[in-house]
C-alpha cells in the first residue's frame, strides 16, 4: 500500500483565497483524521471521520474551515477565505477501527500552507 | 489550555549518550500514552506507547517510563545514533480508542556526532 497521500504537498497562496487540502486514506481504514501542526501549539487535531461521518469537529478553529469525506478514498480539508495565521503544515491520518490500536494511527506527508 | 505539554522545545546529546524527552500532562483521565518521531518533511510515525497500568515498557534501544502520581512520563533512548535526531512528540488517550489522540508541541533531538 502507497500508504496516506496528501495533495498538494505545498501550497503558497494569498490571503483571502480559497485552499482545499486532499487526502486519500489507507484502503480499509474505517478512521480519517485531519491535523494542523504548528510551532506554538504542536499538533492539534482538527476534526476526525469514521466510515465517512464526521464524528468530532470541536477541533475545527473557525467557520472558514470545512472538512468533508465524500467517500471512504478521498476526504478534502477547506478553508475559505484563509488568513495568513492559517500557515502550518495540514497532516492527514488515517486508521483502522480496532479498539486500543492507537498506535495503528498512519499519517501522510502533510501539506505546508503559507498564506501570504 | 495543553493537556500534553513537552517543555523543552529542544534537545542535543552527544551520540552514544542517552536520550531522555520529558512529557508532562493534566488530565488524569489519560490512561495510554503514546510516543511519535517526524523526520523533516514526513508526517510522524508511531514510536512506542505505554497503558496506565505499567510503569515502563521498553522495545530495543527505547523505554518509556510512565509516573502516574506526578502525571509525567519520559522517554530514554540508549544508545542515541544520529538516525534519532527527530521530533519526537508525546501523545495521550483516554480510553480505548483510537478517535482521539492529543499531542504535545513535540521535542526536536538532535545527536551530535
Known amino acids: 500500500d502507497a500508504g496516506v497521500i496528501q495533495s498538494p504537498r505545498h501550497e503558497v497562496t494569498e490571503m483571502g483565497q480559497e485552499v482545499t487540502l486532499r487526502c486519500k486514506p489507507i484502503?480499509?481504514?474505517?478512521?480519517l483524521f485531519w491535523y494542523r501542526q504548528t510551532m506554538m501549539r504542536g499538533l492539534e487535531l482538527l476534526i476526525y471521520?469514521?466510515?465517512?461521518?464526521?464524528?468530532?469537529d470541536s477541533g475545527m478553529p473557525e467557520d472558514r474551515f470545512s472538512a468533508k469525506m465524500p467517500n471512504a478514498s478521498f476526504s478534502t480539508l477547506k478553508i475559505q477565505p484563509s488568513e495568513p495565521r492559517d500557515s502550518a503544515v495540514y497532516f492527514c491520518?488515517?486508521?483502522?477501527?480496532?479498539?486500543?490500536?492507537?498506535?495503528?494511527?498512519?499519517f501522510g506527508p502533510g501539506t505546508r500552507l503559507l498564506v501570504l | 489550555d495543553q493537556q500534553v505539554k513537552q517543555n523543552s522545545p529542544s534537545l542535543s546529546v552527544q551520540e552514544g549518550r542517552i536520550s531522555i524527552l520529558n512529557c508532562d500532562y493534566t488530565?488524569?483521565?489519560?490512561?495510554?500514552f503514546l510516543w511519535y518521531k517526524k523526520y523533516p518533511a514526513e508526517g510522524p510515525t508511531f514510536l512506542i506507547s505505554?497503558?496506565?497500568?505499567?510503569d515502563k515498557n521498553e522495545d530495543g534501544r527505547f523505554t518509556v517510563f510512565l509516573n502516574k502520581s506526578a502525571k509525567h512520563l519520559s522517554l530514554h533512548i540508549v544508545p542515541s545514533q544520529p538516525g534519532d535526531s527527530a521530533v519526537y512528540f508525546c501523545?495521550?488517550?483516554?480510553?480505548?480508542?483510537?478517535?482521539?489522540?492529543?499531542f504535545g508541541s513535540g521535542t526536536r533531538l538532535s545527536i551530535r556526532p
Open positions: 471521520f469514521n466510515n465517512n461521518v464526521p464524528i468530532d
Open positions: 501523545a495521550a488517550s483516554e480510553g480505548s480508542s483510537a478517535s482521539k489522540i492529543i
Open positions: 484502503s480499509g481504514h474505517d478512521y
Open positions: 491520518a488515517s486508521s483502522l477501527a480496532l479498539a486500543g490500536l492507537q498506535e495503528t494511527q498512519y
Open positions: 488530565n488524569s483521565m489519560f490512561d495510554y
Open positions: 505505554i497503558s496506565s497500568i505499567k
